[in-house]
């Protein structure tokens, strides 16, 4: 569950992150663009954008799987429902770690 609160005009979001950084659970990645995955090593996240601010996303409002870099989306589709309007949402990732 996560919850996004703040101005209407939306700010960049957060990422569930998968990571297998040499820093461990440390690893941090920049923040306001970055969403606190950018620059974090052999990771692979859910994007949950409120404000598209880098090229070729879209606008806004948006849920995306980023690899290595929140420019590397490769998958994006609109979210169905304001992000920023301070529900609680529910999201629910499937993930095989046996595989690389």
């Known amino acids: 569950s ?15 992150t998968f990571q297998n950084d040499s820093e461990k659970a440390s690893a ?5 663009p970055g969403m606190g995955f950018e ?4 990771a692979v996240a859910i994007e ?4 598209g601010s880098l090229s070729g996303e879209l606008r806004d409002n948006h849920v995306a799987i980023i690899v290595g870099s ?3 989306e490769l998958a ?16 629910w990732v499937d ?6």
């Open 28 to 32: 941090l990645g920049s923040s306001g």
């Open 48 to 51: 949950f954008d409120t404000r």
């Open 76 to 91: 994006q589709v609109p979210a169905t429902v304001d992000l920023n309007d301070g529900s609680v949402y529910n999201a």
């Open 39 to 42: 620059g974090i090593s052999k």
């Open 2 to 16: 996560f919850r996004i609160t703040g101005s209407t005009g939306g700010a960049h979001g957060l990422t569930f």
């Open 95 to 100: 993930y095989n770690g046996i595989s690389d």
């Open 70 to 72: 929140v420019m590397n």
